[in-house]
């Protein structure tokens, strides 16, 4: 049997008749940057998140970069963000000549831990990156809290998180000051190529994020500020808004067949539950657990789980990682690591004061984990194949 990692033939196939009609009407319009269906999309996401401003852009880095800008974050300025996740997440800062500072990871979600910021908090730091890593909140409570005491900002990286509820029922991306999305293909929502989104509750400070879009002119041709070419393409937008209605129901899904997934681990005899952080006997695969509940949110009634995961990924632990990983290949399993080198051990970051503490929740998890397909069009019948096949491998 084969099973992709992430089949978009699939979800095209049961939008085909909508999504072809957005890319004609566009094509007759000639329209193709920013203008109404930007304007329409940005109205839409608003609506979905609660957010106040919403600014289509070219892409979910993008989006990051805008964010980073937008709060004035230049040379010298120190940016706390988790030493694991997309490359992205460092990237934009050390863009702006400021300095990204890591902090470990929690070991049930992966997420930034809190407990770990305080101590890299200097007289330079000025914003936190929470990162939303695989479809789950990040413990915002905490990190909102540490950041009104240092007068910090907070820009949250929802790339992977769109739609996501942490426990008040909150949007991801409506936390903090400015909230950061990706519509690269691979995510919940994606478009056929590149684009971003950018959101806050700020009004005013969404006017100077939108400036900066378009190289910081206001009126056009008059700069005050430099920005960039930040924007999102008419036919992205299109796209988007025939496809942004689904995603609830196309996150219920995956949390459907995580749900299955975690079942089929435990009846195999590999695992004893969700969130255990330890390799052993009794848990040879560590299944991920979703966190937090959320007061109300309406696309939960579609899912058995009372917790709020969009699992953009689904993401093992295993003793053997790289073995199984090709043994999945060979078996017709695609796979992958997400990711294997935390940003403390990248190349480009060796200079990194901060890349010389130590990180052992990181490095464990780039050593271990692995990405299960959990797109929503997955059968059941595929995801018992997957876990047929890991447990041929472990019980060999
Ligand atoms: C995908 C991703 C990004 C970057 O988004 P692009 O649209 O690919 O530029 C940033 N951060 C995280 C966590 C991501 O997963």
């Given at each position: 049997m084969n099973v992709p990692l992430l089949d978009l033939k699939a979800q095209y196939a049961t939008l085909k008749n909508e999504l072809d009609e957005a890319l004609i009407k566009t094509a007759e319009s000639q329209y193709f940057i920013l203008g109404p269906e930007v304007v329409k999309l940005e109205e839409n996401i608003c609506e979905y998140l609660g957010a106040k401003s919403a600014i289509g852009v070219s892409s979910g880095t993008d989006a990051l970069l805008l964010a980073l800008m937008g709060l004035d974050v230049g040379p010298g300025d120190e940016v706390i963000c988790p030493t694991y996740s997309f490359f992205a997440t460092a990237g934009v800062v050390s863009r702006l000549n400021a300095v990204p500072v890591f902090v470990d990871s929690d070991p049930v979600t992966f997420n930034m831990d809190p407990k770990e910021i305080e101590a890299k908090i200097t007289d330079k730091t000025k914003v936190i990156i929470p990162v939303h890593l695989y479809g789950q909140s990040a413990d915002m409570d905490p990190i909102m809290e540490i950041a009104k005491k240092h007068n910090l900002k907070v820009v949250e990286d929802g790339a992977q998180a769109i739609g996501v509820q942490y426990k008040d029922g909150k949007s991801v991306g409506t936390i903090g000051d400015i909230g950061c999305f990706s519509f690269?293909?691979?995510?919940n929502l994606g478009c056929f190529g590149d684009g971003g989104m950018v959101v806050t509750m700020d009004k005013e400070l969404g006017e100077k994020l939108r400036v900066l879009r378009v190289h910081g002119g206001k009126p056009k041709y008059y700069h005050s500020m430099i920005g960039g070419n930040f924007r999102l393409d008419a036919i992205q937008a299109a796209v988007l808004n025939v496809k942004l209605p689904h995603l609830d129901s196309w996150s219920a899904k995956r949390r459907e067949n995580a749900e299955l997934y975690t079942k089929l681990f435990v009846e195999a005899g590999l695992a004893e539950g969700v969130g255990e952080t330890e390799l052993s006997e009794n848990n040879k695969v560590l299944l991920p657990k979703a966190i937090y509940k959320p007061s109300?949110?309406?696309?939960?009634?579609?899912?058995?789980?009372?917790n709020y995961h969009i699992y953009n990924q689904f993401i093992i632990r295993v003793e053997k990682r790289d073995e199984l990983k090709q043994f999945l290949l060979d078996n017709g399993v695609m796979c992958e690591i997400y990711y294997p080198v935390p940003f403390h051990k990248q190349g480009c970051f060796t200079e990194l004061p901060s890349s010389k503490d130590a990180y052992p929740v990181a490095d464990k998890a780039a050593d271990h984990s692995l990405a299960l397909p959990i797109y929503s069009e997955l059968t059941d019948e595929q995801i018992k194949y997957v876990v047929d096949t890991i447990a041929k491998f472990i019980n060999s």
């Open positions: 690269f293909p691979s995510k109300n949110h309406s696309s939960m009634q579609s899912s058995g789980s009372s």
